[in-house]
């Protein structure tokens, strides 16, 4: 740098157009993105669930389990997904997916009958589809690392408990500590008394102010 400036050349201009980054942020109230979580079972059976998560409230939707993750099933997804967004599907204008086989021609077309357009991410660039990646680490640390998954049965009881906790107790930071699904709880009184709520053979608490 030092020596391109000593000759005159200016740095080159900031490019025009608006960042990944920025289009997340100012888009996000539009955009779900969706990825598979995969878990190994303790007969090392490895299990497949499709996880979609909303950007901007970061409301999560677990969909179906399986041990074949085909095309079909994942159209299938799709269809429930729409079912679960039920009258806020037309808020929805895009959906951020990888490029894995998986998601095919007719899970894109499932979501264009419902005018939401597919974003692709770019190859190799996991942080394109950062919010689900993220919570996708997170739900394996606190769950499969934690305990044994016996079955599609057993895995399909723990998310479901799993995407409760999260959606309606959970704190987010970029909610500013409130849950998805819940406003922003009133201050903790330091003379109240906090309950703890056990989960899942204690592998996950929550903690209620007793009013």
Known sequence: MGDLK??????????SGTTWAQFLRT????????DLLHVDTVLLRRLYCMVAM????RRVHL???TAHPTGNWAVQQARDLLMAL?????????????????????????LASEGIRVLLTSVQAPRANAYV?????????????????VNDRHLRHVLAAYEKHFNTHRPHRALSQAAPLRPLPDPVDPDGKIIRRDLLGEVIHEYTQVV
């Open 6 to 15: 000593r000759a005159g050349i200016d740095p080159a201009p900031r490019r």
């Open 63 to 65: 969909l179906g389990v």
């Open 27 to 34: 888009q996000a109230s539009g955009i779900i993105a969706v």
């Open 133 to 149: 990646e993220r919570w996708i680490d997170g739900c394996r640390r606190e769950l499969p690392d934690q305990m044994l998954i």
């Open 86 to 110: 039920d009258d806020r599907v037309d808020q929805v204008k895009f959906l951020l997916r990888d490029r894995d086989p998986k998601f095919t021609d007719a899970f894109d077309a499932v």
């Open 54 to 57: 909303e950007i901007s409230t």
